[in-house]
Every structure is written in structure tokens, then in C-alpha cells.
């Protein structure tokens, strides 16, 4: 069975970090690229960056470049979204998606975390 | 990064009606446009690919139309489950940016 599984929520002050990870399982790791996206409390969907499982290659969305590491563990088939210097408008919830190889949609996606950052 | 316009940003309706939301793209990207679903507390539902491919195991219920620039999603017979928030993606180029949303209500 295909699945995301991701870390549980968290509770950072401002300044910290938060690591939250996605684990895929049921299908090959290295074949669909990751993405992250991220919904604000009552917000759409923004995305935050996506990483290519083959070669490690991580793209930042304009705004995080110098905060986001998106970074893998392929022998674990886990890829990982760390934040640095937390702000409380990070407050949100973060999914992991997978997209598809060809059809280029995520088809598959993480529970969320939600990750908030308050003082 | 190509822009998503979703109108409108809320919908109202009844069981068993039929209903049709826009998605517009700052430029041409062909059909490489996707529709998600997403409920209260759950994570995103693909619905809808390459402007009109019904995601496996999605309700023949759920159709979508467009090219270019230009995109509906139309459900017809609506279910009570179908009132959420949809969502839709432009896949022709990265990032993959969505828009607004339109939030579907009774």
C-alpha cells in the first residue's frame, strides 16, 4: 500500500527549528520527486519547496530561500522539511506530497503536521 | 512562477444540484491543469488531471473542461460529501502553484 507518513505536530517559540518528516512507503523512493506544501489556519494551499528523490536536488519557493532545508534519507525512504528561525506566521500545517511520474499531479499525500510557533 | 485565478472564492448549493467553478492561468499551459479536493482536516484529494482525466476511483460525477488558460470543474448530482474547499494546480511548469480555492457550502 502507497503511503505518506508523516511526523506528529509541534510547538516551537520563535527563533527555533522544526524538523518534520515524510516517509514513504508501498512504492520506489527515488522515482517521484517530493513536494511540500503548506496551508495557514483558514488559508489555501502555498507551496514551500520540492525535492527531486533521485539526485537530492532541493528548489525553495521565493521567501524561504536561507530558512527551508529540504534534505532526504533515501536508505530510509524519508525526506525532511526543516525550518530555521521559526516565525509565528510559520504557524500552519505542512503536507508532504508525491507527484506522479507522468501524469504530473500529487497523487498521493501526506496527514500533516502542524507546526505552530508561538512566543 | 504562472498565477492561478479561481472564481469564486465561495459557492453555495443544494443536494442534488449542479455546479461549475473557473480556474484561470497567467499564461498558456496547454491542459496541464489539476483539481483537488479538500475537506475539513484532511489533506488534499486529487481529483481531476490534465484538465479533464478523472483521478481512479473519483465519482464519473466530477468533470473538468479547458485549455489554455481557461478551466472549469463541474459536479453534477452533488452529495453531501462534495461540499468542501477545491483547489486548482497548474502542472505546466515548476513550481506547481495553486490557487485560492473555491469553498462549496450548503
Known amino acids: 500500500q502507497e503511503q505518506l507518513v508523516q511526523s506528529g505536530s509541534d510547538l516551537k517559540r520563535p527563533g527555533a527549528s522544526v524538523k518534520v518528516s515524510c516517509r514513504a512507503s508501498?512504492?520506489?523512493?527515488?522515482?517521484?520527486?517530493i513536494y511540500w506544501v503548506r496551508q495557514a489556519p483558514g488559508q489555501g494551499l502555498e507551496w514551500v519547496g520540492w525535492?527531486?528523490?533521485?539526485?537530492?536536488?532541493?528548489t525553495y519557493a521565493q521567501g524561504f530561500t536561507g530558512r527551508l532545508v529540504l534534505s532526504l534519507d533515501t536508505s530510509a525512504t524519508t525526506s525532511h522539511l526543516q525550518i530555521n528561525s521559526l516565525k509565528t506566521e510559520d504557524t500552519a500545517t505542512y503536507y508532504c506530497?508525491?507527484?506522479?511520474?507522468?501524469?504530473?499531479?500529487?497523487?498521493?499525500w501526506g496527514q500533516g503536521t502542524v507546526v505552530s510557533v508561538s512566543s | 512562477d504562472i498565477q492561478v485565478t479561481q472564481s469564486p472564492s465561495s459557492l453555495s448549493a443544494s443536494v442534488g444540484d449542479r455546479v461549475t467553478m473557473t480556474c484561470r492561468a497567467s499564461?498558456?499551459?496547454?491542459?496541464?491543469l489539476n483539481w483537488y479536493q479538500q475537506r475539513p482536516g484532511k489533506a488534499p484529494k486529487a481529483l481531476i488531471y490534465?484538465?479533464?482525466n478523472l483521478q481512479s476511483g473519483v465519482p464519473s460525477r466530477f468533470s473538468g473542461s479547458g485549455s489554455g488558460a481557461e478551466f472549469t470543474l463541474t459536479i453534477s448530482d452533488l452529495q453531501p460529501e462534495d461540499f468542501a474547499t477545491y483547489y486548482c494546480?497548474?502542472?505546466?511548469?515548476?513550481?506547481?502553484?495553486f490557487g485560492r480555492g473555491t469553498r462549496l457550502d450548503i
Open positions: 506530497a508525491r507527484e506522479h511520474l507522468t501524469d504530473n499531479v500529487f497523487d498521493l
Open positions: 508501498g512504492y520506489p523512493f527515488t522515482t517521484h520527486a
Open positions: 525535492i527531486n528523490t533521485a539526485n537530492g536536488n532541493p
Open positions: 499564461e498558456r499551459i496547454s491542459t496541464y
Open positions: 490534465g484538465a479533464s
Open positions: 494546480q497548474q502542472s505546466y511548469r515548476k513550481p506547481r502553484t
